[in-house]
């Protein structure tokens, strides 16, 4: 099963994650489904693609007594009204799952150590299996944290690496974050991997793709810099756009200063676009999201 159940006290509450092509009646249906069954909705957000059809998403939290017991009866349900009945995408996560999340890094340790001080706190609703690393420096810092940390070096033959990474990944995650990960991954990667891949750049995307926008950033003279969150694809920081941010820069700037105050936004709006893909807030529209 997907993810880690947390504690006892939660098992009564769920949510239903619902996408699909747009129409009429969607909302009832599943309103409707989860009353019949005895169930009480304490949150629902939805969001269609456009006015005239187009795609749907929709993510309901309701609570159910005895929930843990009838689960089945309640997953057959969905599956013949919702999935069977309307042609929707249906998944029914229980509110104490935690996301199985691998981070990637390299050398640079903010956007890493924030989220696995974040995890710790419970700020996120996440465990993480394992960190991997292209390089050592991290290793004593995440073991600190009663981490894995696995160094596997990307020589000039990188589909070697990538054999390591899938075979240490393989069915242990729901995710992979890249927390300042310095390394292309391969199209070949991205599809074995088989879960979402989340990536930070250190720039407010569509400006500066690629590598060192901060020095690029400092040669352009912009007056704002910031970070973006996206889901990886093939394409170089071409993917689905999840949350950004921005900070004031000046022509006092140095790059070094450029890259201390790129990292509080990196951080935070790294931390904010894996916190709401573990919530199942974000949907994927195309080459765009929905956050819910
Ligand atoms: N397939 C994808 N892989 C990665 C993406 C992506 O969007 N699609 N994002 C990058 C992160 N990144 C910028 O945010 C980035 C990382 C690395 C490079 C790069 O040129 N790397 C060189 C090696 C550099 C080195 O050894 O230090 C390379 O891989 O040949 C550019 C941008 C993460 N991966």
Redesign the pocket.
Known sequence: MAGETAGAEQVDHARLVVSGDDRAGIVAAVSGLITELGGNIVALHQASSDRSGGRFFQRTVFYLPELARRRDEVADAIERRIVGGLGMQARLVDAGERKRVAIFA?KSDHCLLDLLWRQRRGEIEMTVPLVISNHPDLGDDVRGFGIPFVHVP?GGDKAAAEAEHLRLLDGQVDLVV?AR???????DF?ERVGVPVI????SFLPAFV??NPYQRAKERGVKLIGATA?Y????????PIIEQDVVRASHEDTVADLRRKGAGVERSVLSRAVTWHCQDRVFRDGNSTVVL
């Open positions: 390299s990307v890249l990960y310095m390394q292309i991954l391969s199209g991205l990536n930070i750049h250190h690629g590598a996206h990886v694809t093939e394409d170089l920081d071409e993917g």
